[in-house]
Nanobody, 123 residues
Framework: QVQLVESGGGSVQAGGSLRLSCATS????????MGWFRQAPGKEREGVAV????????VYADSVKGRFTISRDNAKNTVSLQMNSLRPEDSAMYYC????????????????WGQGTQVTVSS
């Protein structure tokens, strides 16, 4: 059974940092793209950052470029999202997703999803 478990969310002030992690199990982790998505209340889910199977390719949403960094450790079956210079508009539930055949921010490409971790940024 495939499981993705996110951790690292919390509440911070604007300008602060958080590091999200996603641990995977029951899954051939290293063969497919993975990503982070977020959804704020009343808004659609949006892609934040995605990473290729080997980690050499990444794509970021324009809103987070230069502030967020996605990485993966295939030996530990984890993918992380370092978030710096956080803004109130970054507040959302953040989801880890896996098993995309393409390096894409389009959520429909991803087969497996975690339960999410909440990020709240206050001004």
């Amino acid at each position: 059974q495939v499981q993705l478990v996110e951790s690292g969310g919390g509440s911070v002030q604007a300008g602060g940092s958080l590091r999200l992690s996603c641990a995977t199990s029951g899954y051939t982790y290293s063969n497919y793209g993975m990503g982070w998505f977020r959804q704020a209340p009343g808004k659609e889910r949006e892609g934040v950052a995605v990473i290729s199977p080997g980690g050499g390719g990444t794509v970021y949403a324009d809103s987070v470029k230069g502030r967020f960094t996605i990485s993966r450790d295939n030996a530990k079956n984890t993918v992380s999202l370092q978030m710096n210079s956080l803004r109130p508009e970054d507040s959302a539930m953040y989801y880890c997703a896996a098993d995309s055949p393409l390096l894409s921010l389009y959520s429909d490409y991803y087969r497996y999803w975690g339960q999410g971790t909440q990020v709240t940024v206050s001004s």
